[in-house]
């Protein structure tokens, strides 16, 4: 088997898509080996994602090929290979589990990314995960006033290294509406909460004031609007009035890391596709 | 072993509460089976549940032993036998599920307590279930303007009846001020969000607009403010694109029967203790 | 748009499969509103459903068209339309929690389906659910050494009835194997455990004994070979050292009805295809 | 508020032991904090912990003067201060998400335990995590028939580091009746299935081939018997056809960490109580 490649696309429903996607892929001999669609009826529009094994064709032709068929369907799409890690950068401030655990999930392969470079508002010695190794790492703090600056910092860095996915990991600052804008759609949060409850700051602290039995995590892409961006994936444990919200926080660290994981890995693997203010998340 | 009896308070914390509780029943001759007790140090407050074998003694004399000690450290308090089933009025609008499932629950002893009536702005005809049987069925239906009294017809009821719960099993309608403060510690709703997330009307709905990957239900004390009372239990499923609003519905009716069937449970076996906007609840 | 149709196939996997069935519908006028395939490479077999508008084209045609398709790939496939509601017979033995729940879930069209009866081999008496209305109910008892005239006797009704689904609704008497050969693939039994763990009689008194942690029930074909029949669906949840063997059978009754609830409501959706000693299920 | 102290004890139950313990607390003026108790009816025994404030009192006093209280009972016990993280040794074999996700806890101070060492039948290059830093890894491989002898050195380190705690942290050997017997009651396993269900080898793909709907991991304590141990902790995932043993695998390493690193966690705040071949587990 070649290495597969992943087809992912959303345009206005109209009869006749699958046949014509798949009909296409089957005459450049190309073998599906995964194949999922959504058809959102109240909003009319489609979604598709296809692995597909590309044989023996080049995958250059099967992609200009796909682009006529695209055109004319009015299609959002790409076909990328799966054997080509993106390129991801992570931000984090002060707590650095998701940081870690995104660390130690691409040391072992089971997200295939290439990190290119971690950014901390903190300095180096804040980070208490020994997994940085050789990954570059920025300190930027933001000084009073200085926010434009900063960012300005963090877009070269996006721009240098090429990266394709920005990963908020517990990036503790307000992002500005322009730094979102230029985020949006290549850019992933992780909210210490089940959003849309808690929004804004210390939410297991209003968790704990309000009394839930629940506390969760929310992982979404970043958009202008502060905490309503897409969401991706969510989850969340059981807590007792026993539970402090010291203790939340404890319980809370590891909802987060593998809420934040599991969004990246879908992310990375093509699996989310934007419907409007929410997302289309086809899982094997 | 003589039929338990239970044992639930609160008071401001301060040394020995524990000793001199358990030192004062071991007096009695009674043998405690099950003992609970939550210190919110934050607040001040401790709270302890005791379920304990009377063994040869009287009751009464138990009780009115307990009130000095209540007295002394300023408790709130209750002593109750656990043979005799609490009086229950359950309110009912359209959606029956959650109805269905609490009478079925009593009828093969799960939950124990006596169903005193069933009101309904709907009549009888707009129930499902068959599993009504014997049990009154009120049809309080709300003309225009006429809350007041249907209210009214509702606290004659909890009256006549000695109701000493009232359960709102998706009662689609709001209670007034009054009614709501009248009702006061002894009624649980249950309300078809994870709250505080889509409070108010249609919560499916708001979810799907939202696209999130999880819904929920919450069962808490009916207090004046709509939607905030002390949350006694909460449970989620996840959801998908996929699902609709009617799909997130039909989910939805099994969390909220099983979420308020649960409550109900741990009220009437006196589980759950009022601390502030918050509950304690002692499960076993 | 009219009443949707369910295509469900397997055979086994070759290139083109996918876009041969939906060039096909397309060509027939058909419109897809929800596909799910998937490749069992190890097996080398293919799964699909498609759930499709027929659009102003005739039912059975698109059925007899589809059939030479079928036969050039050596399909086992059904076609189906879902606006039809499958007969079902209901099997039960004491404890009727799961035949309740069915019994609401279809009074609510939750669970579309027609109850052709309901077989026990206790008294009608000994139902606690008042949900039975005018299901006719068939006392069944197993006289020593009759067992085999008794499974004639639902045999029997089965082929009165043209049940199409028998459900083992918490039936607590082993089906000989020549009844388990009789119904296999249309019979969906609960079993109150976790499986494979915890096989045989009294399930909740092993898994007390062992100490587990979590309990489950396990909704699956009923096969020859007892409790290890193709999988539909599972659930657990957990319990602790405080939980009797009782309190597990409590909560059990939970887990069991929604479990089995799931499992048939999935199968008379066409959502569940069976792949050797599994399933492959497709949700929506 | 002084350094908590951790009680937890177990014996024969009779009445008057709660109101004995907290009234000797009260009594050298001790301020219980946390209090649980247990009482297995139908063994007969006994189960207390009490967290306490010990105030002004001398700890070894307090200490002391229990012997006598628990000598009279013949309670199992133990008084330990929290102040002081136990000693203990991890370990592991190839896969190292546990032991990488224990270091990471250890080092944000979420668990409480001084790691005196790593011990691995691999080399250290086979460890993936960087997070091993200064702590003395010790590689022990095992010739061909030298098993008592790797073993004996095991036994070496567990009592020249002190370890009174040990780790299986992924340690894919079986230990040796001798070896089980030894580490007996301070040794803590992780099983990658949800025991009682595909014990031994390659418990993925046992699940994988039975088609179940639900992958989970087992946190026990070390006994001769062989994944009979005394259950900790468990917990469970849900998979689907579409899953690979690979994709298990994966799922599985995030079960895996978090249900070892909460049964550790449990053990080290004395929360865990063995009773006969099950624990009682008291929970904040």
Redesign the interface.
């Known amino acids: 088997m070649a290495e597969p490649m992943i087809l992912a696309l959303s345009c206005a429903d109209r009869?006749?898509i699958?046949?014509?996607v798949?009909?296409y892929?089957?005459?450049c001999?190309?073998?599906?080996?995964?194949?999922?669609?959504?058809?959102?009826?109240?909003e009319g529009r489609f979604f598709m994602r296809v692995a597909f094994d590309p044989g023996a064709a080049d995958r250059e032709e099967i992609r200009e090929g796909f682009g006529s068929i695209a055109h004319e369907y009015g299609m959002a799409w790409s076909m990328l290979r799966q054997d080509r890690p993106r390129r991801v950068l992570l931000l984090v401030s002060k707590f650095d589990?998701c940081l870690?655990d995104l660390l130690?999930r691409q040391?072992?392969d089971?997200i295939a990314m290439e990190i290119v470079g971690v950014v901390s508002n903190h300095p180096r010695e804040a980070i208490?995960?020994?997994?940085?190794?050789d990954i570059p790492f920025h300190h930027l703090p933001i000084a009073k006033g200085e926010k434009a600056a900063q960012e300005a910092r963090i877009r070269a860095l996006v721009e240098e290294t090429r990266a394709e996915l920005v990963v908020l990991a517990r990036y503790m600052q307000i992002l500005s509406d322009e730094m979102a804008a230029y985020l949006s759609g290549r850019c992933i949060n992780i909210h210490h909460s089940?959003?849309?409850?808690?929004k804004g700051a210390k939410p297991y602290h209003q968790a704990h004031?309000?009394?839930?039995?629940?506390i969760?995590a929310t992982a979404h892409y970043v958009t202008a609007d502060l905490d309503e961006g897409?969401?991706?994936?969510?989850?969340?444990e059981p807590v007792?009035?026993?539970?402090?919200p010291e203790?939340m926080v404890?319980k809370g660290?590891?909802i987060e890391r593998?809420v934040l994981a599991e969004a990246v890995r879908l992310h990375l693997e093509d699996r989310v596709l934007v419907?409007g203010?929410?997302?289309?998340?086809f899982r094997?």
């Open positions: 009869p006749g699958v046949a014509r798949t009909g892929l089957a005459q001999g190309c073998n599906i080996i995964e194949a999922q669609q959504f058809d959102d009826l109240a589990h870690a130690y040391r072992i089971e208490n995960t020994l997994m940085l190794g089940f959003l849309p409850g808690f004031a309000r009394g839930v039995k629940m969760g897409p969401i991706i994936h969510q989850d969340v007792t009035h026993a539970d402090t203790e404890r660290r590891d593998r419907n203010a929410r997302t289309v998340v094997s």
